[in-house]
């Protein structure tokens, strides 16, 4: 008995003082949170990152992203509220990967402009080196003269995009954002998987190497295909042989239905854009072509068909090389 008395006895004592312990710990909670975030950025010192030919500085801690592309990395960074705004329909932000895609649900999707980029709040830019135009979401001088700076992704500012190019996103991500253990991870977690594609088709000889080309687009009788890039290189580490690699002084171009009989290629890889029809109207292009109907990859309706997404900068690039080197050597996934 005496045991709930002074149960109850203090349940009063509590109950008369809860306003005012209530009003005492939001107070100190709003202090202590508004002197840690005042803390950070005096800890936060000094990142500076070699982009291209531009070097950005950081002396304090992005509070808001907006997010064009690289998106599957930021999440995996753990850096997910950070992010205040996507890109309407790109295709490269959308991600593919398992555990991911549902975290961009009600990110807000942007439409793009200049006056958008500003009016979204982010104080950092992640992009393609082609975003930041006039015509685009805006130059880096125009954007950083109103306090955003703009990191233009690795792979669109070096000479040739591979894997590498992720792997330095990721490093420079883990910087910024003073998570570079994590970054240091994902990185290593990255190339254990594509070692592990690798040792699974590392057998097979330079002879039997599977020739491979990519049907990006088609406009007319013109093919748009690549010569070099993230896509040419996930070819070659899925063990297989990019037919067009080298064609051209740019990563893409243009060319004819000649090209793609001189290539004789064993596979072809559709590139989905996500586009109703647009992959089927490709595959009868080529599968109805009389001009195509010796070439193995046309006569063995041997094709492959990969969202755009996963060869986009991204970290859904092990997936199309995973998918890439199961569709080239079947045989060297079976169990």
């Not at 709040?121 to 130059?139: H, P, R, V, Y």
Request: with cysteine; charged share 25%; hydrophobic share 40%.
């Amino acid at each position: 008995m005496k045991k709930r008395v002074l149960t109850l006895l203090l349940a009063g004592i509590m109950a008369v003082s809860t306003t005012g312990v209530s009003s005492f710990a939001a107070e100190t909670e709003t202090e202590t949170a508004t002197e840690a975030a005042s803390k950070a950025d005096e800890d936060y010192g000094e990142v500076v990152i070699e982009d291209g030919d531009r070097t950005i500085t950081f002396t304090e801690m992005p509070k808001g992203i907006l997010c064009l592309y690289s998106g599957e990395v930021l999440m995996k960074l753990g850096l997910k509220d950070y992010i205040v705004a996507t890109n309407e329909n790109n295709k490269g932000r959308k991600s593919p990967l398992e555990g991911v895609a549902d975290d961009f649900e009600g990110i807000p999707e942007l439409e793009k402009s200049q006056e958008n980029a500003v009016a979204s709040g982010a104080d950092l830019i992640i992009g393609e080196i082609s975003a930041f135009k006039d015509t685009n979401w805006g130059t880096f001088e125009s954007l950083e003269d109103k306090g955003i700076n703009c990191y233009a992704l690795n792979g669109t500012v070096v000479a040739d995009e591979t894997m590498d190019s992720i792997y330095q996103d990721i490093e420079n991500m883990g910087k910024i954002f003073k998570v570079e253990d994590k970054a240091e991870a994902l990185i290593e977690d990255t190339k254990a998987q594509i070692s592990e594609i690798q040792d699974a088709v590392k057998d097979v000889k330079e002879e039997d190497k599977v020739k491979a080309f990519v049907m990006d687009s088609l406009s007319g009788n013109e093919i748009y295909t690549t010569s070099a890039g993230l896509e040419s290189n996930l070819i070659e580490l899925a063990g297989g042989i990019n037919t067009t690699k080298g064609m051209s002084d740019s990563r893409w171009f243009t060319t004819s239905v000649e090209t793609l009989v001189t290539a004789n290629p064993d596979v072809i890889i559709f590139n989905d854009y996500g586009v109703e029809g647009q992959v089927q109207e490709n595959m009868d292009f080529i599968t109805n072509n009389a001009a195509l109907a010796d070439v193995p990859a046309v006569k063995n309706q041997n094709y492959v068909v990969v969202p755009l997404a996963y060869v986009m900068h991204d970290l859904s690039a092990v997936v199309a090389c995973q998918d890439f080197a199961e569709a080239f050597y079947p045989d060297c996934f079976t169990e």
